[in-house]
């Protein structure tokens, strides 16, 4: 069955510095798409990046890069220049190609950005 | 665009009452897909719907049911709630219902439910 462990539930980071949230997945799918996703207290779910497992390159998008290893099945999200708005929780999710809109997601990291 | 539009946002039920949620998704977006989060059990998916039909459904029990309207719009439905149906119900849509690329899922607020 299809997992995803992120190991910390808890962290800090000081505003500006840069911060690594863990992720690690099991699947024995050939194809599948990684996905981080930000919910602040608010409660809505953000979505701020993906993977693809066929994807050569990490992906990024702005001050979000995903540090994708496959052969180790981990998708780290890296934060450059935290922000204080940066804080909540922090989700990694997976999808199997044949499963639409199907999220398997992680039990979270909650990151607290420090001034 | 309009985001994802999840009514009602807040709500209190007691043991044995049902339940319905609506969700409005985005322009243009088809698939409409329900998920439940609890602090025990996480994120977990309830069902999908693409074209008024069910595509898939999580492993939940025959209380939880869902539809989706012909404009894309989906409600879901809990009957006889119970204590631990307490949780924040979120709704997310996407444009098609391939699982190629991205194709991601755009979630609403939610909708917060209290059962007593």
């Known amino acids: 069955a299809q997992k995803i462990t992120q190991t910390q539930p808890g962290m800090f980071v000081q505003e500006k510095e840069a911060v690594t949230l863990d992720c690690t997945y099991d699947t024995s799918d050939p194809s599948y798409g990684l996905f981080w996703y930000k919910q602040p207290s608010s409660g809505e779910m953000i979505f701020l990046i993906y993977?693809?497992?066929?994807?050569?390159q990490n992906a990024t998008e702005g001050r979000y890069s995903l540090n994708f290893q496959k052969a180790r099945k981990s998708a780290n999200l890296v934060i450059s220049a935290s922000q204080l708005g940066d804080s909540a929780m922090y989700f990694c999710a997976q999808r199997s190609y044949n499963q639409g809109g199907k999220l398997i997601f992680g039990q979270g990291t909650e990151l607290s950005v420090k001034p | 665009k309009a985001g994802v539009t999840q009514t009602p946002r807040y709500l209190i039920k007691t043991r044995g009452q049902q339940v319905t949620l609506s969700c409005s998704p985005i322009s243009g977006h088809r698939s409409v897909s329900w998920y439940q989060q609890t602090p025990g059990q996480g994120l977990q998916f309830l069902f999908e719907y693409f074209s008024e039909t069910q595509r898939n459904k999580g492993n939940f029990p025959g209380r939880f049911s869902g539809r989706q309207f012909s404009n894309s719009r989906s409600e879901m439905n809990v009957s006889t709630l119970e204590l631990g149906d307490s949780a924040l119900y979120l709704c997310a849509s996407r444009e098609g219902q391939g699982s190629s690329g991205a194709n991601v899922l755009t979630f609403g607020a939610g909708s917060r439910l209290t059962v007593l």
């Open positions: 993977q693809g497992s066929y994807d050569q």
